[in-house]
């Protein structure tokens, strides 16, 4: 199954290239969005999560590191840690709530920031067939050094009509 995501597309949207109205708002925040392609078969959606677990594109520590094919990290995560049971599903009003409640906690953020966050972020959640979010996990699955980012929010979203599965980070440095 593994072999059969094939990585399309990467996007990343950092907070710091736009505008705010006060210094220091944008709170060092920033978006990271990777695109697989499904493979052809219909699979179960536990099936998909476990997949994406064992691509590369999952090995990033998501702290300048990049995606590392041997990697051990997964974020703030050691990899080991991180299985398709530790995602829980949710719902698109909540995911919404939980990723506008990041993006303004430091009061609103720029139009133009706003605009691209809609296009690349939440009109994904609109058409996802399924939202997964990774629960916080036991201090025992966090890295040597994976209490760099105060906030680490993970959605995996499946698309099935676009044929796509998307993992969304949203997070701090």
């Not at 064992?54 to 995606?67: C, P, S, T």
């Not at 605009?115 to 939202?131: C, K, P, Y």
């Not at 209490?147 to 995996?156: A, G, N, Q, T």
Request: net charge negative.
């Amino acid at each position: 199954m593994k072999s059969q995501l094939t990585h399309e597309a990467s996007t990343f949207i950092n907070f710091r290239d736009y505008k705010f109205q006060e210094s220091g708002s944008h709170g060092y925040r920033w978006v990271d969005i990777k695109d697989l392609r499904l493979p052809g078969e219909s699979v179960e959606a536990r099936e998909l999560l476990a997949a994406l677990i064992g691509h590369e594109q999952f090995r990033d520590d998501y702290a300048g590191g990049g995606v590392l094919p041997e990697g051990s990290r997964h974020g703030p995560y050691w990899l080991t840690s991180v299985t398709s049971d530790a995602y829980e599903g949710v719902s698109r009003e909540k995911s919404a709530h939980v990723l506008w409640g990041w993006a303004d906690q430091f009061g609103d953020v720029p139009a133009e920031l706003e605009a691209d966050l809609r296009q690349e972020v939440f009109d994904r959640l609109v058409v996802a067939d399924n939202i997964y979010y990774l629960n916080e996990l036991e201090d025992e699955a966090i890295h040597d050094w994976g209490r760099v980012h105060e906030d680490f929010h993970e959605f995996v979203l499946i698309d099935r009509s676009a044929g796509r599965i998307t993992l969304l980070v949203a997070a701090d440095d």
